[in-house]
């Protein structure tokens, strides 16, 4: 690993609220990572913005009679609010709308040109005669050509993630009726002539998931499309030298990973260009994506003479089911994040999405029972119990002041072990990426502390409780350093009923498995860190689910 770092995860698409669905895959892995990396020495920063072009904005944005970029800028404040609510820790939220990025989209956009990548064609595209427009992207949805899925977008399909050259039994996506076809001429990025570089990189790069890299594979092997880069509508990036077109979104969003990025780091006298090709990359993302970030993002990086590198880590996770269901807006299937954090603390979101979120493309389900089932018996009755066990017998017993330990016997060296070795246990877990493993851990290190207290019986005030309780609330000091990228929130109140000093945040990774509470240390306030999760407050937010 480096010392310097970048992290990036999809862009949220401006037109519309945070949702669960959202975070799982892309925003809280980044965010736990990020915190994780700074808290090892990395100089990391996590760079996000808001996608603001397309059809489905400047549709939207008519229908609320607000221009797109009031629309936009609505957005990008909301999601800012509601992912700084979740304690999700941007260094910096910009737009791709911003000036930076579209001078720098154009600037792309010329040394593609000029390297023998960009050409110009006249093509055949989908015009709806009802709605009088051209109908890019989204706004035709019909069959996969290739698994034969129906319902899908004509610029990805959901079920197999491959980019249809065309859609079968196309349909008009906002008046539902069969579109014709037209005359016009679009700009096409040479995305068949990187092939070969391509699979140079994904052989090359052993960070990228194997099953992942297996299928991208495939994808060159069987042939790549060139990729039709321009749209005829009036909002998004202007083509150099003709106006009247814009980029498709997927052009221009990506890049907003570095012209983001430089932004922030020249505006602090650091020089973007060379942070970039000097650090780790990571791109955040679903698995619906991949071929986005796997293909054309490289694709574009190598057309430019990798001016810019391409990435190390693209971590990519399945999708979020709602009750074994599909998250659905349209159908009020789904739990809008802000909404969440009305009902419940971040920590308790982060905890259970963390934990069911393997790292792989399989995909996740949120249900209500089972978030239920794990705060009340991980978070509640395993960390919180040892945390107010241990502090809260010391408080009661010692005045709160930590004893001087007594000659350690077998269980004692065991205990101290434990706590020797919990940075190394869960460092290579973090640094692969397998964060719901890392996280399992420092539950299994809360539940053997917690067995380790009950097993010494304390309260007996017998010969080694003085021990039992040094090294007990030094393991309550160690889980406080483990858990902050996790759940920064209850990290710190465990910090602060410690009696620490400063921000858990500060304090070394490595540090984790110090034993530095020393004897006549004095505690803070001991107060329960979780509330109960009650059954009837879940049964009410599953009738919330699908009514109107």
Known sequence: MRKKAIVTSALPYANGEIHLGHVASTYLPADVTTRFLKSTGVEAYYICASDDFGTPILIQAEKEKKSTQEYVAYWNKRDYEDFSAFDICFDFFYRTSSPENIEFVRYVFEKLRNNGHIYESEIIQFYCKNDK??????????????????????????????????????????????????KTTHYFFKLKNFGDKLTKWLDENENLQKDVKKYVQNWISSGLVDWDITRDIPWGVPIPGDESKVFYGWFDNHLAYISTTVKFLNERGINGKEFWNSADIYHFIGKDIVYHHYLFLPAMRLGIDEEYKLPDFIPTRGHLTLQSKKISKSRNWY????????????????YYLV???????????????DFATRINSELIANLGNLVNRALGFTQKTFSGMIPAPDVYDEKDKEAESKINGLATEITQLMEQNHLDRALKKIMEFSIYFNQYFQHKEPWKKGPGTNTCVFLSVNAVRSISVALYPFLPQSAQKIWTQLGMQGKVSDVKWEQMSEISIRP????????PLFARVEDEDIKKHKEKLGSK
């Open 335 to 350: 739990i809008g994040l802000k909404d969440f954090l009305s009902y419940y603390p971040a920590d308790y979101l982060r």
């Open 133 to 182: 427009k051209f109908l890019p992207d989204r706004y035709v949805v019909g069959t996969c050509p290739y698994c034969k899925a129906p319902d899908q977008y004509s610029d990805l399909c959901e079920k197999c993630g491959r980019v249809p050259e065309e859609i079968e039994n196309p349909k008009c996506a906002i008046c539902g009726q069969s579109p014709v076809k037209e």
């Open 355 to 369: 934990s069911i979120n393997p790292y792989s493309q399989d995909d996740l389900n949120f249900d209500w029972d």
């Open 520 to 527: 006549d240390h004095k505690l803070g306030q001991i107060a």
